[in-house]
């Protein structure tokens, strides 16, 4: 406590402790090692906004999906995909002889057809997970998402399936020459009339009839079914002294008579779909049309004077797609999108055919001669390459792949490898 000093005491000088410490008298090492409390206010508030951050990511995640994110996606996904036996992938020869080019479809990367002799349905691997016989001399397959109507064109009988199994097969009242299923399992068709030119009925999910409409003026060709299967509009065709006639009936199935009714004089109604719950696309030979229930309106897409030579429906996005020749001998294509109120999203001026159409968010695919296009969102090339011997039909499954059915097999197209010669069934 005392030192001594040439003969003298000198007494320390007393420094308190001090409550605050400045950097000039702490070392840099005790600086580092020296830690700040957080309030645990300020932790709760940090993990709230972490949580509220990832709930409205899954939020606008599941808006975005939200046409995939139904019971029946997630079921097929978890049984198939995560634990079904995987396949060995693609090219795939096809059941049966022959596939015509509207009896497949793909889902979600699910393949589904009807052969002439099965209904088959794959996984995304290649995986064969249904096989059923068909009895139809003329199977026509109708696909809305995991639901599948299968009739004879020209017989009366008929079954639905879902991706594994068939939920009911029945009989119609007469010849059926048209018919569609919704999402949710409604569905309708149009047969031979009992004393009219046709008759239309619909059915519940529970395979209950809940409508029937006779049509005394026209023979009904092509039924497109309401998304949520409320109603329908029906096409078809007649003939006055000679010159053919197309009648459209606009159906609600809980009202006795039509909504709305036009004639288009000799335009052929080739096919339709509802792309949204309130817009129905109606593929003429000269003209199509987009008929709006919620403004009772009926409106021409006009070709511009050159021939139709392809299209198809993207119901998942509400667009549509026409491929038209400027040379008309179905070669030099314009591929059109058309958004539900007819407006034109994308053109992809091409110098080649399209024995098959496919769209996918915005991308559009062709087949020409065994070789597949795909162009982008701007309408420039995006991918080419050959699609194999005997390619008649492509489907878009996403951005990145396509599949093709050819007369044997089925193929699938990885697009985003670089175009090669042997490209098709990689």
Known sequence: MFKKIKGRIKKEKYIPKRTVISYEDMPLDDYEQEKTEISPNVIRKIIFAVLGAALLALIVFAFVNREKLTWSNINVW?????????????????????????????????????????????????GEVCNLQLRHTHPVMKASDNRYLIFGLGETNYQLQTF??????????????????????????????????????????DNNRVFKYSFAEYYINSVAIKLNGSGCIASGISNNNGEIKTGIYVLDFSKEEPVAKYELGGNYIIDSKFISNNRAVLIGDSASYIYKTDEDVLELVDYGGMPLTNYCFAPSVGTFSLALSKSGDGRSCNLITYDDNGAVRITADTDVGSESL?????????????????????????????AGAGAKRVLLS?????????????????????????????
């Open 358 to 386: 496919s769209s996918y968010n915005g991308m559009t695919a062709t087949l020409d001669n065994n070789t597949l296009y795909v162009f982008d969102r701007e309408g420039n090339l995006h991918y080419t390459g050959n």
């Open 164 to 205: 594994d199994d068939t939920i009911f097969s029945g009989s119609a009242d007469g010849s059926i020459f048209a018919a569609d299923i919704a999402q949710n399992g409604k569905y309708c068709m149009a047969v031979e009339g009992n004393g009219f030119y046709s008759e239309l009925y619909a059915y519940d999910r």
């Open 78 to 126: 978890w049984k198939y995909e995560m634990m079904g036996t995987k396949g060995n992938g693609y090219p795939l020869n096809i059941v049966g002889s022959e596939v015509e080019s509207g009896n497949i479809a793909v889902h979600q990367g699910r393949i589904a057809y009807a052969s002439d002799t099965s209904f088959v349905t794959l996984n995304s691997t290649g």
């Open 398 to 426: 996403s951005e990145k792949e396509a599949f093709i059915l050819s007369v044997n097999q089925i193929r699938k197209i990885d697009l985003t490898r670089s175009s090669t010669a042997d490209s098709a069934g990689e």
